[in-house]
């Protein structure tokens, strides 16, 4: 296998910058004229067209969730630097929590109000459907 057909972007025929619906219609097409549905000869098997397919559906699965598109680039990003030479640009620190956890209040409009604070988290009534 060689890095063009495992580069999620080459396999969906897309550039590193292409939007998050430019990614969803070329997966989308590609799905379409692939899937083993709409081949001429279902019952026939193919693997080089199933290998194809699962590479489709491999960059989809990776670049659809933001998170990890973006670790995906980043990773590409400091292979490419560290290939060339080039020092490595130093990674900004993350941001350090605040001393005080913050709190929100949630208050919702007729309801009765809550006898204490939740016991964990946020919480949330069930939700009532209106016709």
Partial sequence: MTAANR????VLGLSS?????????????????HHPDTRTRPRSSNPAAD?????????????RDPEH?????????????????VQPRRRPEAPTRPATPIRIRVVVRGSPPPQGPPATGLWVSP?????
Avoid: F, G, K, M
């Avoid at 939007?19 to 799905?31: D, P, V």
């Avoid at 290998?51 to 670049?63: K, P, T």
């Avoid at 939700?127 to 016709?131: A, F, G």
């Fill in 127 to 131: 939700v009532q459907w209106h016709r």
């Fill in 69 to 85: 598109r973006a670790a995906h680039d980043r990773a590409v990003t400091e292979r490419a630097e560290a290939e060339s030479d």
């Fill in 17 to 33: 910058s292409a939007s998050q619906s430019e990614i969803t219609s070329a997966y989308r097409r590609l799905l379409r004229e």
């Fill in 51 to 63: 290998e194809h397919l699962q590479r489709i559906l491999s960059a989809y699965a990776l670049l």
């Fill in 7 to 10: 580069d999620p972007y080459q």
